[in-house]
């Protein structure tokens, strides 16, 4: 019969080596294909031709021109005609405001010669670095405990 302490002892070691991150986590998004602006997007997609289907992840930088919360979602629309518009799909506007410059990153798909959806899509401002390992730009706020 197993001590109750050495019983605990285990069931720690066990919960610890599933809750503990390690060198070969794999993230919830691969790397983008590509990162253009909107005013490059259109070139860009031609290297995307054949590809649709695919988990392909891009990310575009431009000004937001649209941000809508809804139940649950919350949509982001930048780029403007004769740039293809691209659509971002995800939980949580963090603040953004319509005319504010984004990067946006996600799973790419073409709803159209102009229209790209980017879903699910996480969003972050130029400069700061992407969200790690695919976490929605929300959950880097600190919290302190």
Same mark, same amino acid.
């Given at each position: 019969m197993? #001590? %109750?302490t050495l019983r605990f002892a285990?069931?720690?070691?066990? #919960?610890?080596?599933?809750l503990l991150p390690t060198a070969g986590t794999t993230q919830a998004q691969?790397? %983008? +294909? *590509?990162? +253009?602006?909107? /005013?490059?997007l259109r070139a860009a997609l031609k290297s995307l031709a054949g590809k649709e289907?695919?988990?392909? +992840?891009i990310e575009v930088e431009g000004p937001l /021109?649209?941000?809508k919360a809804g139940p649950g979602l919350t949509y982001l629309g930048l780029c403007q005609a004769p740039d293809p518009q691209v659509l971002c799909v995800t939980y949580d506007s963090n603040g953004r405001k319509a005319g504010e410059r984004v990067v946006? @990153? /996600? @799973?790419?798909?073409?709803?159209? %010669?102009?229209?790209?959806k980017l879903d699910p899509c996480l969003h972050f401002l130029p400069g700061e670095p992407a969200p790690p390992d695919g976490q929605p @730009? *929300? #959950?880097?706020?600190?919290?302190a405990l």
């Open positions: 197993i #001590a %109750p285990s069931l720690a070691i066990l #919960a610890g080596t599933f691969p790397e %983008p +294909t *590509f990162r +253009t602006n909107c /005013g490059e289907g695919e988990l392909i +992840t /021109g649209m941000v946006v @990153s /996600g @799973s790419w798909e073409q709803v159209g %010669p102009d229209h790209i @730009s *929300f #959950a880097r706020k600190s919290v």
